[in-house]
């Protein structure tokens, strides 16, 4: 397994907090609230603060699909529309209660930790100009949330990836975020919240997010066999990764967002890797299921599409779309849009 590199720093509107006590490389949660560290609050009412308090977020991935764009960039720190894709993912999960988030990382990734890091002297900068409309949109460096990096050591697979933070999670459930997936336009999706409902009132050992998709398109999908019906919430009996359409069990794609128990990774250390050399997640989920241990869906809701930032034309139709409804830009972008779709004939 990699080494793990903590890189820990706090990100709040009271700046200067002082570093919590960590315990076999586990933040200690007991000291929050206590004369130890007064500022840092206790949940007693949310359950994903109380339980559900950490994600990883796998970013190490070469992003080839999406080359040359990103020879000397992750594709997570892509823009759609103003943000980076993992600012919109680090969001939203903070929106859903998340305390802690561990992003797994590559070579090539250091622009991630810049990105969540405070930049003293552009904030210097700004001030000095009276640049308040550009200090506004570094908001995001004040996200009540910890981060904490680590490195995969060579790409091998998904897996692998979240086996570097068994020691980040501890014997905690955890979610998992895939860093180049986006849910709901601007993020804006309470899927992780109805997800840790689910896995706390279930008893659950996963619980995966699940969208519809075109039947033609399953070959490009993880797809999950329901155990009878596919309502907004039932049990997943079996996994198929990228099955073609007349072999699929179903159109419901694994839409990048999961909770698991610490059991998984006794599952992934079981896994065989695969022709590529690569630990796959969906056969250390499978394992889960093997077992009988109750592994759940949950629905997202058709205002909680995923964009997947992984090709070319899926980003661009993720940059177009979040560009049409930026409040300030949108509608001036949208009159460019169709005076230039007027111009140019459609290319078949």
Request: neutral net charge.
């Amino acid at each position: 397994m990699s080494s793990i590199r903590f890189f820990f720093a706090y990100y709040s509107i009271a700046r200067g907090l002082t570093r919590l006590p960590w315990i076999s490389g586990v933040f200690c949660r007991k000291f929050a609230g206590s004369p130890v560290c007064p500022r840092v609050p206790v949940c007693t009412s949310c359950y994903i603060q109380k339980v559900i308090q950490s994600a990883v977020v796998p970013v190490a991935g070469l992003g080839t699909r999406l080359l040359p764009a990103t020879k000397s960039q992750p594709k997570e720190m892509l823009p759609v529309a103003r943000k980076p894709i993992v600012q919109y993912v680090v969001e939203e999960l903070v929106s859903n209660g998340i305390e802690q988030i561990l992003f797994v990382t590559g070579r090539s990734k250091g622009s991630i930790e810049n990105h969540f890091d405070h930049d003293p002297e552009l904030f210097q900068a700004l001030t000095q100009a009276n640049k308040q409309d550009l200090l506004r949109e570094l908001d995001f460096e004040a996200l009540k949330a910890n981060f904490f990096y680590t490195r995969q050591r060579s790409q091998r697979g998904l897996g692998d990836a979240i086996l570097c933070a068994e020691n980040f999670a501890g014997e905690e459930p955890f979610l998992v975020a895939l860093g180049d997936s986006i849910l709901g336009l601007n993020a804006v999706s309470r899927a992780v919240s109805r997800m840790a409902d689910v896995f706390d009132a279930k008893r659950a050992s996963c619980v995966i997010a699940v969208e519809e998709v075109p039947r033609e398109e399953t070959s490009h999908y993880g797809i999950v066999q329901p155990a009878s019906g596919a309502d907004d919430i039932f049990r997943i009996v079996n996994l198929v990764e990228k099955p073609a359409p007349e072999d699929a069990p179903s159109n419901l794609a694994i839409a990048g967002r999961y909770i698991f128990s610490p059991v998984i990774f006794d599952m992934i250390r079981r896994v065989q890797p695969d022709k590529r050399n690569e630990i796959q997640l969906t056969d250390a989920i499978q394992f889960l299921c093997d077992e009988g241990r109750r592994v759940l869906a949950v629905k997202l809701t058709p205002e909680e599409k995923r964009y997947d930032i992984g090709n070319f034309p899926s980003y661009f139709e993720s940059f177009v779309e979040f560009a049409l409804a930026d409040p300030l830009y949108g509608a001036d972008f949208r009159i460019a849009l169709e005076r230039l779709l007027a111009k140019t004939p459609a290319r078949v």
